[in-house]
């Protein structure tokens, strides 16, 4: 069943949800609501799965000749 509220299409369900992760989830949130701590959760994992896996650069990365990463972080400060 789909519901149309503040111009968002959302979907309204009952799951299950094991209690000691609801717990464990709520200690680590802000959220006052299992509504709330299921969206942070929900952007979380999305933000999470979108971001480029750095082991997929391996190789891919070419420096110019003579780059000297220790040189940069010596001049920073």
């Given amino acids: ?3 149309k509220l503040k111009g968002c299409k959302v979907m309204r369900t009952n799951i ?3 209690d000691e992760l609801l717990k464990e989830a709520f200690s680590l949130s802000d959220a006052k ?3 709330e701590l299921i969206h942070e959760a929900l952007r979380l994992l999305i933000k999470v799965k979108k971001r480029k896996d750095l082991t997929e650069l391996a190789g891919a ?8 990463h220790k040189r ?5 400060g």
């Fill in 72 to 76: 940069l972080r010596r001049t920073r």
């Fill in 61 to 68: 990365i070419t420096f110019h000749e003579g780059y000297d």
């Fill in 1 to 3: 069943m789909h519901i």
């Fill in 33 to 35: 609501t299992k509504k």
């Fill in 16 to 18: 299950v949800i094991d």
